[in-house]
Nanobody, 125 residues
Framework: QVQLVQSGGGLVQPGGSLRLACEVS????????ITWFRQSPGKERQYVSA????????YYHWSAQDRFTLSRDNAKNTLFLQMNNLQAEDTAVYYC??????????????????WGQGTQVTVSS
């Protein structure tokens, strides 16, 4: 059974940086891709960035392109989301999610099999 344990997040001023981590325990060989989503109060869960777990290819929502970077530590089975130049609109609960199969889009939150517990990111002065 795959488990995703998140860490990182917190409060940062506009223009600041944070790094989120998503540690994958057990069953990593069954994962096709892992994606970061975020959700603000009253809004739908939004796709942020995805990584093909097998070949390492990364993908970004346009709002994250050039500011966010995915990386991973293969030895620790941990995925990182480095977020730079954060703005108030980035405030949300961030989730990592893993899928066993590719559904044709990384943006379909209903297609994911496993979810992390979520971590709050607040950008405020």
């Amino acid at each position: 059974q795959v488990q995703l344990v998140q860490s990182g997040g917190g409060l940062v001023q506009p223009g600041g940086s944070l790094r989120l981590a998503c540690e994958v325990s057990q069953g990593t060989q069954t994962i096709d891709h892992i994606t970061w989503f975020r959700q603000s109060p009253g809004k739908e869960r939004q796709y942020v960035s995805a990584i093909n777990w097998k070949n390492g290819a990364t993908y970004y929502h346009w709002s994250a392109q050039d500011r966010f970077t995915l990386s991973r530590d293969n030895a620790k089975n941990t995925l990182f989301l480095q977020m730079n130049n954060l703005q108030a609109e980035d405030t949300a609960v961030y989730y990592c999610a893993a899928a066993k199969y590719y559904s044709g889009s990384y943006e379909r939150s209903y297609s994911y099999d496993y979810w992390g517990q979520g971590t709050q990111v607040t950008v405020s002065s």
